[in-house]
Each structure stands twice: as C-alpha cells, then as structure tokens.
C-alpha cells in the first residue's frame, strides 16, 4: 500500500490508479472512518437487540391477556385469568410529560436566552453553572425533596387554583386533597427536565451567526427583535431537539415519580387530585413481587414507552426537517 | 528518566500501601467446620458465605441476625438483600441464593420450579418471622382507638370516610373525634403487607370487605405511597391520617396504632399478642414443609399477623452451602435470635411451632 499522497483519480507512475470515489487510501483514515461507521452500526444493533428482548419477553402476557390491552385500565397480570391494560399508564404518562414540557420549555429557553444574550459575563457563566449542577442532582433526591419539601408548600398554590380555576374541568377537585397528584408529578419532572433544556438551547443560541446579529441590531432592531429575527429561526432546530431529549427525560423518569404518585389505575382527568401512575413508575414500583405473567406485562408496558418515544422522536425530526426550509438561516 | 527526591518516596509509599494489602486475611469461600473461640452459646460457628434475597418484611430482623452471627463468627459472611418476596423467590430458583425470605409460602409454578431447583429433595417452607400489621394514625387528641374489622374494612374501602362517623364513635364511646375526613394511605407497590393485610380483612370483616387479597391494593380511593416507610412517613406527616404498616415501622416512627376489636374485646398491637395468633396457626404442608394457616378471626392474640417464611432446599443444596445456611437458621431458631425480635416489632415464634421449625432446619441437608 503507498505512503503517498495520490490525487483521486490520477495515475501514478507505477501505473495504479488512486481511488476515484473520494475515500483517501491513507490507514488511519480508514481505520478512523471504520470506527465511526462501526459506532453507528453499534447503536443501531443496541437498539434493535432491545426492540427484539421487549417484544420477544412481552408475548407470553399478550397471549394470556384476557382484556383488551389498550382500552382496559386495571393492572392484574399475576391474576387467574390476567387481565391488564395500558390506557391508566399512557394517561398518566403523558399528562405528566404534557405538564412538564409546559412548564419547562418555556423557562428553559428563557434562562438560555439569558445567558447567551442578556447576562454580563460574570453572571452568565455562574448561572450556567449552576444550571448544568441542577442536572447532576440524582432523581431519587428529587423525589423525597418533592414528597417532602414541595407538597407541603404547595397546598397553598393548589387550593387557589382549584378555587378561581375550576371553571377549566381540568383544575376541579372534588376531594379537598390536593398531594401526590399528576400536577405535582409534572412540576417536579419539569424541574428535573430543566437542566437539559436550557443547556443545549445555550449551546444553539450562542452559535447563532454573529453577522446575522449584528445586521438586525444595525438595521434598527430591538434587542428582542433581534432575537426574534436573527436567532430564533436559526436555533429552532436546536431548540426542537432541546426539548425531545427533555421530553425523553420526562417520559422514563422513574423513581421521581414512583415516589410522588399515588398509583391508582384510573383516567382521571382532574389533575390536582391525588392519584395516577406511568409506565416507568409502574415498571418501578410492581417488578419485585412480580409473577411470570407480571414480568412479561411489565415488558410489555416498557415496549409500549419504547415505542410512544420512537414516535415522539420521529415527530419532531420530521417538524425540524420541514421548518428548516423556511428558517431563513440556510 | 529523572526522578525527584519526592517522586521518589511517593512511589516508595505506594508500593509500601499495595504490598502491604497482600498481609490481609484472605476472604474464604470453602466451607469449614472449626467454631470459632468466643462466640455465643448458641451459635455454632462455620465459616463461608452465603448470599439471601427477598422478604422487605423481616430486613430488620434479618439485618439484626447476620450481624450477631458475623460478629461471633468470624469467617462467616450471611449477604441478605430485601427485594421484595417475588424477587427472592427467583433469585433463589436461579440459584443465586441459598435460601429466600417469602412473606408467603411456595405454591403453583413457583414450587414446582423450586423443587426442580433442589436437585434431590423439595424446597420447604420454613416460618422464621412473624409481623403484625396495624392500624397506625395521626390524630391529635385520641390517644387510644378501638376499630372492628368492619370498621377497619369501611375505612380503607372508602365508605367511612370522616373521622366522627357514628360506626366509629360507637367504638369507642367516650373519645372526642375530630369532623375531619379520613386521609387513608395504602402501599403504592406490591408487597406481601398488602397481601396479608387483605387476607385477614377479608377472612375477619365478612360483606364489609368485596376485595380479594392481592400484593396489588384494589380498593378504591385513599393515597398510595411507596414502602413501609412511606406510609409511614405520610401518616406522621399529614394530620387526620390513618394508613396499614408493620409494627415494627409504627415503634419506629412513634405512630399511635388502633386496638382491634375481632368480638371478643379490644386487643392491643403487641409483638406479645401478635406471637399468640402465630402459635395457634394451623399448620400445613407435607414433611418438613410447614405452612401456615392463620386463624383471622381469633378474639384470644391479635389477628392481623403475617408470618415470613425460610424457603430452601431440604436436600440438595450445594454442599458448599448447606454448613453456613443449617448454622445460620439453627441460629436463627433458637431462643436467643427469637428473643430479639419483640424488641424491634417482630413477633417470635414460640411453642410447639418453633418445634416444628427447628426440626425442620435440622432436617437440611
């Protein structure tokens, strides 16, 4: 093999040709491009090896399922017969993952904002730092801060919500009980989800191209016109992808929540009543005094997160995949 | 390669720390029969380890009974994880553990699976801790409370929901009860408290109890909160609370717990009271195979009591562990482990029963 630089497609003295695809013949960049490849490739077979446990582990509860399991709500696979059904977990699931993503993304791209564009120097990196320390903090503290600390403290904040709110049905609470409830699940995840978000969205804003900038502030723009016209469009990708991975935080959060709710298998759409449970918090709370059955249906439930996420994730690629046309920063 | 005045005694000192490490004693895995010098009369000692998993229930006990055993015994090393029942019985058909802690007793596919596991005799079910579950609550000003099954059934089935509900104040005549709406509290995960509590609501309370005993609570309304000790902690926590938890969680956590009242007058939650229910269970199971039936409905001991089972192999287990696993339950079955338990909620097994036990700990091989 030569040491020797070739041009694609020249003919060296020696009559061999150098490859004309493009791919340099030197080794480490072939060893280099083999390895890339080879972690694509990995990920791939990761995820597939897991698709295939999930659903290869999930059959046997499927087959002995006496209910319909997307519409039933009561969780009994270890009964004689089972009988099971996901429509309480997605409920709950997605209540609290809505409910975080409304609270978080908003404030997460404000602090990032802020950071990048706002803040002095000095202040930026501190609250930067002490942003990024919020994600190192484990969940479990998260979930006795929130039985602990946080319930207590809003009871206050509940009650007048249900008071002046309870026109919206969703703020009704008919019990007077307003602890382990969807509400408070998805404020804590919402905190917990914060971190991801504001740190990427950091990233996006701070990468915005500085001409761009400079034009709109020349042209006579504001400094929140600026933002609107010069880095918005440029960061929404970024900023979609931000929040997915929060999204894909809040939707697996586990003992957080299994802590925090109160379990019950229901749809009850009055969200500051106690009450409710997800996927993971289920997996979490039912796997050690699990049958045969009950395994297999926890799995089951798993397959069904695994692929609520694909769908989420593939949702928002094809939403940045089309604004990006328009994004006005190509 | 120059190497400074100071490099140079660093390495000297960490070469010095790693030799030095090699001097200590080694681990052990082999089994060997010598008693060691200086421990307990009733212990006799062998060295070795063994790993347990299982029962949540009787952590506590069990954490209290490796440590005295490991401390008398120098060589021996007893590793018990509580996982939950579920767990330890298949981590112990997978071989992973010499035996189980089961808050309930093999049966169906587990037995057989189990019995498939002991390659030349059945797995058997040895009771080794008995618990009470109570009624633990918070109400500022009643100091003692007298609930009947049924009453007890109302509650946490949601159709008694406020605290001077007349059923209840005809209990207990003469104590003031708050007009204040029960907060009930109920096991979020499954748990062998759940099921045995339910079991004996379902045997002791008649029609006011529809529900069939399950580790899952089914019962209607009520918050759930995770473990023992999140009951626990969410009665101590929230006024006008009541909630189920093992006696030894409401001594921990100073809980007031309710009398219960089966018809033949109140009784009081007591490790004493609970160990008469234990003695006068019905025994069953072929052998050496002891399973408990419980008497829920007895006025004489407190009724609602759960019983945590030794499970492994009568014959069959691998040689290495039988030593260390006979030594260890023998321990564990004599008067002095027994003894142990009141003091931490525990309820001890005594009479004929611990017999049976020990004979049937004798019997492994």
């Known amino acids: ?330 | 390669m120059n190497i400074t005045g100071k490099a140079r005694l660093a390495a000297i000192t960490i070469v010095g720390a790693i030799a030095l490490t090699a001097c200590g004693s080694d681990g052990g895995t082999s089994a060997s029969g010598t008693s060691s010098a200086g421990g307990s009369s009733s212990v006799n000692c062998v060295s070795g380890s063994i790993k347990a998993s299982g029962s949540t229930a009787q952590k506590n006990a069990m954490a209290d009974w490796t440590n005295a055993y490991q401390q008398a015994c120098s060589g021996a090393t007893i590793d018990y994880q509580a996982n939950g029942s579920g767990a330890g019985i298949k981590d112990f058909i997978n071989k992973q553990t010499a035996f189980a802690g089961s808050d309930s007793a093999l049966k169906d596919q587990d037995k057989t699976d189990a019995d498939a596991r002991c390659a030349s005799g059945p797995a058997i079910d040895i009771p080794m801790v008995g618990g009470a579950i109570v009624a633990a609550y918070n109400v500022s000003g009643v100091d003692k409370l007298i609930l009947t099954p049924e009453l007890i059934a109302g509650i946490f089935s949601n159709s008694i929901t406020k605290w001077n509900d007349p059923k209840i104040a005809a209990a207990n005549a003469g104590v003031t009860l708050p007009d204040a709406t029960i907060a009930q509290f109920h096991r979020s995960d499954s748990s062998g408290t759940t099921d045995n509590w339910t079991k004996y609501l379902k045997a002791a309370a008649g029609s006011a109890w529809t529900f069939d005993h399950a580790k899952d609570w089914k019962a209607p309304g009520g918050q759930g909160a995770k473990g023992n000790d999140g009951v626990g902690a969410a009665i101590k926590s929230t006024p006008n609370s009541i909630g189920y938890v093992e006696l030894s969680f409401a001594l921990n956590n100073k809980l007031s717990t309710a009398w219960v009242d089966n018809g033949g007058g109140a009784i009081e939650p007591t490790s004493a009271n609970a160990a008469k229910t234990v003695a006068s269970a019905t025994v069953g199971g072929s052998g050496n195979d002891i399973v408990l039936t419980i008497d829920y409905k007895t006025t004489t001991g407190y009724p609602a009591v759960l019983v945590t089972y030794e499970i492994t192999c009568e014959k069959g287990l691998d040689s290495a562990l039988v030593p260390l696993t006979k030594s260890f339950l023998t321990y564990t079955a004599s008067d002095e482990a027994q003894g142990k338990l009141s003091s931490t909620g525990y309820v001890p097994i005594t009479g004929d029963l611990l017999t049976k036990v020990r004979a049937s700990v004798a019997s492994i091989s």
């Open chain 1, 1 to 330: 093999m030569s040491t020797t630089l070739e041009p694609a497609g020249a003919t060296a003295p020696d009559g061999t040709t150098a490859d004309i695809k493009g791919a340099s013949v030197r080794r480490g960049d072939r060893v280099f491009v083999g390895l890339s490849r080879g972690s694509g490739i990995l990920i791939l077979v990761t995820m597939a090896a897991i698709a295939v446990f999930l659903i290869w582990k999930s059959i046997p509860s499927l087959q002995a399922n006496t209910a319909n399991f997307f519409t039933t709500t009561e969780w009994a696979p270890d009964a004689k017969p089972a009988y099971f059904g996901i429509a309480a977990l997605v409920f709950g699931t997605v209540m609290t993952a809505l409910i975080a993503m409304v609270l978080a993304v908003p404030v997460g791209i404000g602090i990032a904002l802020f950071i990048a564009h706002y803040a002095s120097k000095r202040l930026a990196s501190t609250l930067g730092f002490v942003t990024d320390l919020l994600a190192a903090v484990p969940s479990i503290i998260f979930g006795m801060w929130g039985i602990q600390f946080l319930t207590p403290q809003l009871q206050g904040f509940m009650q007048w919500l249900t008071t002046y709110f309870s026109w919206i049905p969703l703020f009704q609470n008919d019990l007077g009980i307003y602890t382990r409830s969807i509400m408070i699940a998805g404020i804590v995840l919402a905190i917990m989800v914060l971190p991801t978000i504001s740190a990427i969205t950091r990233e996006v804003f701070v990468q915005a191209p500085r001409m761009h900038i400079e034009a709109a502030l020349a042209l006579g723009a504001t400094r929140w016109e600026m933002v609107r016209m010069a880095i918005f469009p440029f960061a929404r990708p970024g900023m979609i992808s931000a929040s997915m991975l929060g999204l894909g935080r809040a939707l697996g959060e586990t003992i957080a929540v299994a802590l925090l709710l109160s379990a019950t298998y229901d749809i009850n759409w009055h969200i500051t009543e106690p009450g409710g449970i997800t996927f993971a918090a289920n997996i979490a709370l039912k796997w050690n005094e699990a049958g045969t059955i009950g395994l297999s249906a926890l799995v089951a439930s798993g397959l069904v997160l695994f692929v609520i996420t694909l769908a989420v994730n593939m949702a928002a690629r094809l939403i940045i995949a089309r604004r990006s046309d328009f994004s006005g920063a190509n």
